[in-house]
T-cell receptor, first 109, second 112 residues
Framework: KNEVEQSPQNLTAQEGEFITINCSYS?????LHWLQQHPGGGIVSLFM???GKKKHGRLIATINIQEKHSSLHITASHPRDSAVYIC???????????FGTGTSLTVIP | DTGVSQDPRHKITKRGQNVTFRCDPI?????LYWYRQTLGQGPEFLTY????????KSRLLSDRFSAERPKGSFSTLEIQRTEQGDSAMYLC??????????FGQGTRLTVV
């Protein structure tokens, strides 16, 4: 069983819709990262969280440490948001990332 | 520009050949990671450096794989006697852990 589970695996939305991607993990962590990967492979870090909530533009990330759950929200989605969104955790016993399998988002104009 | 440069971007090699990839973090980062990603999957950890010291290695990293970071700046990942199962995207990341992570564009390896 993967330490990090994401849902949904695939998501199609109409432009302007509010989008939520969920991440659940089963291990103790020191940090959780949300990453964005576009076709071609490059990965960009969106957020690093250890508690609470962070906002950057139309993106909001929240984490509930007790429930071992995080969400990434995109408000007023746009076709350029189409990408794979990956949740990755850093275990509190080490330094490496453990990645979810990603959520493939397609936003239709 | 993520601040991490990987070279080459693409590599096609024949089975049995050796290949070497390079990762250059532009700014100073103590931590450097190598990951491997196959189609439709999330990245899998391969190895981790703190400065020039290789501190963790995944069990995925067979004896055919070796990584170095000789001066604590750039890093190389070598695969000897490549197999078709080695075909994947190899990603390098600097920082990470409890700090922001910076990923390179990756090297896509195809073993034919």
């Amino acid at each position: 069983k993967n330490e990090v589970e994401q849902s949904p695996q695939n998501l199609t939305a109409q432009e302007g819709e509010f989008i939520t991607i969920n991440c659940s993990y089963s291990v103790g962590i020191s940090a959780l990262h949300w990453l964005q990967q576009h076709p071609g492979g490059g990965i960009v870090s969106l957020f690093m969280l250890s508690s609470g909530k962070k906002k950057h533009g139309r993106l909001i990330a929240t984490i509930n440490i007790q429930e071992k759950h995080s969400s990434l929200h995109i408000t007023a989605s746009h076709p350029r948001d189409s990408a794979v969104y990956i949740c990755a955790v850093v275990r509190n016993t080490g330094n490496q990332f453990y990645f979810g399998t990603g959520t493939s988002l397609t936003v239709i104009p | 520009d993520t601040g991490v440069s990987q070279d080459p971007r693409h590599k096609i090699t024949k089975r049995g050949q050796n290949v070497t990839f390079r990762c250059d973090p532009i700014s100073e980062h103590n931590r450097l990671y190598w990951y491997r990603q196959t189609l439709g999957q999330g990245p899998e950890f391969l190895t981790y450096f703190q400065n020039e010291a290789q501190l963790e290695k995944s069990r995925l990293l067979s004896d055919r794989f070796s990584a170095e970071r000789p001066k604590g700046s750039f890093s190389t990942l070598e695969i000897q006697r490549t197999e078709q199962g080695d075909s994947a995207m190899y990603l390098c990341a600097a920082g990470g852990g409890n700090t922001e992570a910076f990923f390179g564009q990756g090297t896509r390896l195809t073993v034919v």
